[in-house]
């Protein structure tokens, strides 16, 4: 199971780093972010949908490997909660009112820091009982 859990949060990181490559404007649009250049769209793609691509490669080739399993999971955990503190952050800080995907991207990266802590905790448990 943290095998999976870890696959997939790759899925997820590889899926949001397409779209944002992909469709940058559109990408944009659901935060209220404008792209009017060329210069704009290509760094906005560059930006959000590359790190993402990469970091969801990475977390792939953890999960192909045993040994690498507990990093992967841990890269995850980290990566999640830094979107989610600072979209918390932002929230608790914001003047106004803010865009439904704020929440509904909340709810996806608590979930994802949930699911795989819980997976590292079962990788230690199961690491603790063989030795």
Do not use: K
Not at 13 to 30: D, E, K, Q, R, T
Not at 47 to 53: A, D, I, S
Not at 85 to 113: F, K
């Amino acid at each position: 199971m943290p095998r999976v859990a870890l696959w997939l949060s790759a899925a997820g990181f590889i899926g949001f780093g397409l779209a944002f490559a992909l469709w940058p404007v559109p990408m944009a649009s659901i935060t209220d972010i404008v792209l009017p250049t060329s210069t704009a769209r290509i760094d906005y793609g560059a930006t959000y949908g590359g790190f993402q691509l990469g970091f969801g490669v990475f977390l792939a080739s953890c999960a192909r490997r045993a040994g690498r399993l507990e990093v992967g999971l841990w890269a995850a955990v980290a990566a999640l909660t830094g979107f989610a503190g600072l979209r918390l952050l932002g929230l608790a800080l914001s003047p106004g009112p803010v865009a439904h995907a704020i929440y509904v991207g909340l709810a996806l990266e608590l979930t994802g820091v949930l699911l795989n802590v819980w997976a590292l905790r079962r990788v230690r448990q199961s690491r603790g009982s063989a030795a």
